[in-house]
């Protein structure tokens, strides 16, 4: 039953988290999930955390999605909006930078501890505490105060060129300025600095 339930509702790299099965004993689901990666159906990729067993098209066996894994833990938990990604990750994302990130970072409510490092199905995940807790309303601004606490860090771009874009992405994601005033005490003080030199001060005042 639990084999049918899985295949119906969940795709090839889907992660299959063992606290959203439907079961009526805790010891009898692990007893299931055990026997379905014994017999190879199920891939066990961490703890408490399934992928369907598949060929890919090079015959080669199947991976459960790192992305898919990530929003459905940290960036929208249980279907609500919990978490974004953040740092070097972001700003590729974005095109401030070529730099290609060796680890995914995210900021979310679903994280205990100011930062920790995860390795799941060989892929390292940091995880940060938020500063304040996420939302749907608040999310792109604090992700775009995250971004400007490392752009000088991270951008490869003239001065013009900085300014154009982060036009460009203020403009795509929506961002509050007024929620950024509320929030900008929250960050360092390089925010106010790297705000000024991507001309962006007259949004705030």
Do not use: H, W
């Amino acid at each position: 039953m639990v084999y049918d339930y899985i295949v119906e509702n969940y795709k090839n790299g889907d992660p299959i988290f063992l606290s959203e099965l439907p079961y009526t004993s805790k010891d009898y689901l692990r007893q299931e999930m055990k026997q379905l990666t014994d017999e190879g159906k199920l891939e066990r990729v961490y703890n408490g955390v399934y992928c369907l067993s598949y060929p890919t098209i090079l015959g080669t066996k199947g991976k459960m999605s790192i992305d898919r894994f990530i929003n459905k833990k940290y960036l929208n938990a249980d279907g609500e909006v919990s978490g974004y990604i953040t740092g070097l990750q972001l700003a590729n994302k974005y095109g401030f930078t070529t730099q290609n990130p060796s680890c995914y970072e995210v900021r979310s409510n679903e994280a205990t501890t100011k930062q920790r490092k995860l390795n799941v199905d060989g892929n390292t995940i940091i995880i940060y505490k938020p500063l304040v807790k996420i939302t749907e309303e608040n999310r792109n601004v604090l992700q775009f105060l995250d971004l400007m606490s490392v752009i000088d860090r991270y951008s490869e771009l003239s001065k013009e060129e900085l300014r154009e874009k982060l036009q460009k992405y203020v403009k795509t994601n929506k961002v509050d300025f007024d929620q950024a005033r509320e929030y900008l005490p929250l960050y360092p003080d390089r925010v106010y600095r790297n705000l000024y030199e991507g001309g962006l001060m007259n949004e705030l005042v």
